[in-house]
């Protein structure tokens, strides 16, 4: 089943991010925390790839197990910066054989000894690729506080547009922590002429020290309120990661209740954050 249909529901639905392994004797420990967090019927789970390397392969590995053991939809993510034209269509040769349809093409961020393949520059490519390919539904990454790398958010959304037009099925956000950022940004993109559907990533924060990871990864902007809940729970481990999950609690329900049906939670491999936020949505949510 292609994810569009499920993105396109009419009621709301939570899907959830996991990560491969670096080493394969985590892979079992992995693939449980992935099936407990299929327990919690989300709509799909999402694989990150870890860009080249052996951790390529447990993208694959990883999606494949967790669809055939419980059946979940799951959505691969694939990255084309450090890739080869072969590599990638050896990639696409082993989903297809796999049966998983549905693909999340990125970029990838450029590794920090700066060395990068040359087939391909920017993940548009890789998404009219994918289509070219055959029958997947693909999706892309967009980031309503603009992409750290371009300098004016007019340009970046110009470069969406582009992405869009060579083929993406819909769209997920990178996180934000402020819900108006969002919805500023789908009117911007609606302005630009970007029809497809734009999936909001939420990001549980549950330490301190995960907010400085990203935030200096992605340049999100942490709002005030925020930054008080992590400056008064930040040294409590427990209170923190209460605060945290209640803090994307609230972010998912205004988003629901302000007209969005589809949202993305980066829990990452923790089951019982994604369990205490189903458990928080659970008159809301409707998964049977
Ligand atoms: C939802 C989501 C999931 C992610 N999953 C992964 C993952 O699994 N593995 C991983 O390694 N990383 C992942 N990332 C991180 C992502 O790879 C980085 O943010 C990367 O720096 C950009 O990837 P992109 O696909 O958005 O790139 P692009 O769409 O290529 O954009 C990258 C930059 O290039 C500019 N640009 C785009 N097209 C053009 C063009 N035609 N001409 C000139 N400039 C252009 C854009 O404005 C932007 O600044 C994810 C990000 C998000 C939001």
Do not use: W
Not at 178 to 192: C, G, H
Not at 231 to 246: L, N, R, T, W, Y
């Amino acid at each position: 089943m292609k994810l569009t249909d499920s993105i396109k529901s009419d009621k709301p639905t939570i899907s959830f991010e996991i990560f491969p392994p670096k080493q394969s004797e985590n892979l079992g420990s992995v693939l449980d925390a992935a099936e407990e967090i299929a327990a919690l019927k989300p709509s799909y789970i999402s694989i990150t790839y870890g860009a080249g390397g052996a951790g390529s392969r447990f993208t694959a590995d990883l999606t494949r197990q967790l669809h055939e053991d419980t059946g979940v939809q799951v959505l691969a993510h694939l990255t084309c910066v450090t890739s080869t034209r072969g590599k990638v269509k050896e990639m696409l040769e082993t989903y297809k054989d796999y049966g998983i349809r549905n693909i999340l093409a990125l970029r990838g961020d450029i590794p920090e000894d700066g060395h990068v393949e040359n087939d391909y520059r920017h993940a548009d490519e890789l998404v009219s690729e994918i289509k070219d390919f055959g029958d997947f539904c693909v999706g892309g990454a967009c980031y309503p506080e603009g992409h750290i790398e371009c300098a004016h958010k007019a340009d970046d959304i110009y470069h969406l547009k582009t992405k869009v037009d060579a083929g993406c099925d819909f769209l997920t956000t990178q996180m934000f922590f402020d819900n108006n950022i969002f919805y500023n940004f789908l009117y911007r993109a609606k302005d630009v002429g970007i029809d497809v559907p734009i999936v909001p990533g939420i990001m549980p924060i549950t330490t301190a020290k995960q907010l400085g990871r990203s935030v200096a990864m992605s340049g999100t902007n942490v709002p005030e309120r925020f930054r008080a809940i992590v400056d008064h729970f930040g040294e409590d481990p427990e209170a923190m990661k209460q605060a945290g999950i209640v803090y994307a609690s609230e972010q998912i329900i205004d988003l629901i209740a302000n007209g969005i049906r589809h949202i993305h939670v980066y829990s990452m491999n923790k089951p019982e954050v994604a369990a205490e936020i189903m458990q928080n949505l659970s008159h809301i949510i409707d998964t049977e």
